[in-house]
Each structure stands twice: as structure tokens, then as C-alpha cells.
């Protein structure tokens, strides 16, 4: 993983990743380059802008397995659900998803239900296993929408997408994926959304998240938060407005696609391409799977809803015995171990440039 973590300046014991990831090099010279040049422009500049969002997207949908015309880019995980729960507002039904979501997959079902869409069914699942057999009982024929995080933000429990699809074959499976894109493979494959903001394992900063959806999510999702940019013909202005939608994921941008964020994740997204995204799953699992260990071996208490391997993340959650979870997280930022709190767990979450001695350091540390 060195040439993986070459690309990064924060220091080796920065493991919150979970949180914020700091962007690459590569990002940051990406962002530099678009900024200059559409700065002394040659003339016109669309040609130039609208050329290198189309090659962001290309990057983007190789990167979770769909066409260019299947992905787009969005502000943020939760616009990009927000399109989804507002496409779905005349659907009636419900749609189910599990009551400890983060909340950018809580917000825009509920809005939406309190606009006259589904009825918003949250599933307790105390024991954080979000299994199809979770899930199962909340949901009947009238089900038109499934959400969950793929990797859970508090837990770091990891769904099984397969599974999930299976208790609602009709339903839209909807997936927040940003705790695990960047770190972990993943795409889009038989889920109908995935949508996953850039600022985290991404490391492509804020507002170069994306969104890609399946071919039945464009057929079923009214394009309701669509504005300018998102119909045919966009630049007919001698036809007034409205256009038709279009037929591709472009469709859910509410004006201007944000081209610097879409710039930026491409970027983001060859670092981790360069290093290998099997490479890199791997490196992030197995240093997860190390403060886990190192942590039970002093004394903590881990919170590991995980049964099988498939299950893990790059997130590790625990506390120590006698000590709340801020003193802890204090504790270790004076090692200069940074790490998060979360509803009274110490939350850590190294990625694939994390070394290993730094993980060696945060369990001395713990040892007191
Ligand atoms: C599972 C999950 N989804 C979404 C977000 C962030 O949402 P957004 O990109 O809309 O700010 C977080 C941030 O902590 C998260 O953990």
C-alpha cells in the first residue's frame, strides 16, 4: 500500500476515516487544474467543462459498474436520496429501512412521506445485524423502496445487498454506500441506487459524491427535483421550458452538475484504481480486522455485530472498561491518535494508508 499511501499527507495515526477521509494529492491537483483553466478560459468554456464532466462520469460509472449514462454527480449521500424519496412521492405504499440509519437516509423519506409520499416503515434491529431477516417482516406488497446504509455507520456492520434484494424483488433497493466506497469494492450491481457523497474513505472532499441507479430506477423515479440541466435539449432556449426529462442519470441534477466535485472524485477515483481496488479492500480489512484484535487484547469492549468476514468494514467500534468513550477518544488524540465518538463507542476507522505501527500505537495507548 505504499504507493496507495503516498498520496496523502496526514499523519500515520489519523484512523477517521469514517468521518472526514483528507484528500489526495492527485485531488488536489485535479481541483487546481480545472480551477486554472477555466479561469483564463480559450475562448469558450463549455466545450471544456462539459468534456471533462463527461469524462468524470465515465470514471465514476467504471468505478461502480454502470454505464456513463447510469451515474451522476451529487452535493451529497443525502441529495441523491432526496431524489429518490421525491421520485417516489405518488408512488403510495411504503418504504422500509432500519430506525438507526444515519440520517441522510432518514430525512428524505420522511420529508417526502410528510409531502404525501410512502409511508416511512423504520425497522428496530437492536442487536445491528441488518439482515434480510431484519427486515423481512416490514415488508409486504406494497413496499416500493428498501434503504440502507451498505456499511453502517456506527456499527460498521455490511449488509448483504443479495440478501436484502431478495425479501423485496419489486421494491427499488436503495443504497447508501459512503462508508464503504473508497475503501471497500463496491457496486451497484443488483441494487436499483447507489449513492455515496466523496468526503469520506473516498477522499475526494465534500460535493463529489455520486449516484448511479438502474435501468427500472430511471423508468420508476419522477424525475421531481429535476430542474434545467436535467431535461433534453437543455440548451433549446428557443422551446420554452418545460423539456422532457432525459433519459439518463443526469436527469436528477437540480441545475448545473457540480463539475469540480465530479473532477474531483474521478481523481479520487483513479488513486484508489492505481492501487488497486481489490488492494485496497484487502489493506483496509486487514487493518481493521488488527484494532479489533489489539483492542479486545486490551481489555475493551468491542461491539461487533459481525458474524462471517462479508460482514466487516473498515469501521471498528469498542470502549474501555471505566472509561467513557470521549476520555478515551481524548486519551488517544494526545498520542496523537485521531478517532471518533459515537453515541458512546469509540469509533476507529483506519484506511488502507493507515500503517501498521500506528495501529500498534493506539493499542499501547489504550494499555494505558
Ligand atoms: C452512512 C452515512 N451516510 C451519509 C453520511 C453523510 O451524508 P451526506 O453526504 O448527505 O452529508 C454519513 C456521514 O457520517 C454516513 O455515515
Keep these: 500500500m505504499t504507493r496507495y499511501a503516498s498520496e496523502f499527507e496526514e499523519s500515520a495515526g489519523y484512523m477517521n476515516f469514517a468521518a472526514i477521509g483528507p484528500p489526495s494529492r492527485r485531488v488536489n491537483t485535479a481541483i487546481a487544474e480545472i480551477v486554472a483553466a477555466v479561469s483564463d478560459p480559450p475562448g469558450d468554456v463549455s466545450p471544456l467543462v462539459i468534456g471533462r464532466y463527461e469524462a468524470s462520469l465515465a470514471t465514476m460509472g467504471r468505478f461502480v459498474g454502470v454505464a456513463p449514462e447510469r451515474v451522476t454527480v451529487v452535493p451529497s449521500t443525502s441529495t441523491g436520496i432526496f431524489h429518490v424519496a421525491y421520485g417516489l412521492l405518488d408512488a403510495g405504499g411504503n418504504v422500509v429501512i432500519p430506525r438507526h440509519e444515519f440520517p441522510a437516509n432518514v430525512y428524505p423519506w420522511l420529508r417526502a412521506e410528510a409531502a404525501g409520499g410512502p409511508e416511512v416503515r423504520r425497522v428496530d434491529i437492536p442487536d445491528g445485524r441488518v439482515t434480510a431477516e431484519a ?65 469520506k474513505w473516498m477522499r475526494a472532499g465534500w460535493a463529489a459524491g455520486l449516484m448511479a441507479v438502474s435501468g427500472r430506477a430511471l423508468e420508476r423515479l419522477v424525475p421531481s427535483l429535476s430542474g434545467w440541466w436535467g431535461v433534453e435539449d437543455a440548451f433549446d432556449f428557443v422551446t420554452p421550458a418545460p423539456h422532457s426529462a432525459r433519459s439518463d442519470a443526469d436527469r436528477f441534477q437540480e441545475g448545473s452538475p457540480n463539475v469540480f466535485g465530479a473532477v474531483a472524485l474521478a481523481a479520487a477515483i483513479e488513486v484508489v484504481e492505481a492501487a488497486g481496488v481489490d488492494a485496497v479492500h484487502t489493506a483496509v480489512l486487514d487493518r481493521s480486522r488488527s484494532v479489533a484484535e489489539l483492542a479486545i487484547e486490551v481489555g475493551a469492549e468491542l461491539r461487533a455485530p459481525w458474524r462471517v468476514e462479508e460482514e466487516r468494514s473498515g469501521i471498528v467500534t469498542f470502549r474501555m472498561p471505566d472509561e467513557e468513550a470521549g476520555e478515551t477518544v481524548a486519551r488517544l488524540a494526545q498520542a496523537g491518535i485521531v478517532v471518533s465518538e459515537r453515541a458512546g463507542w469509540v469509533r476507529v476507522s483506519p484506511h488502507a494508508s493507515t500503517p501498521h505501527e500506528a495501529i500498534e500505537l493506539l493499542a499501547a495507548t489504550l494499555a494505558g
Design 135 to 199: 427486515l423481512r417482516d416490514a415488508v409486504d406488497d406494497e413496499t416500493v423502496a428498501v434503504s440502507v446504509s451498505l456499511v453502517d455507520y456506527a456499527t460498521g456492520f455490511r449488509v448483504d445487498l443479495e440478501a436484502i434484494r431478495s425479501i423485496a424483488p419489486e421494491a427499488l433497493l436503495v443504497v447508501d454506500a459512503i462508508q464503504a466506497l473508497g475503501a471497500l469494492r463496491v457496486a451497484l450491481g443488483s441494487a436499483d441506487v447507489l449513492v455515496a457523497g466523496g468526503q
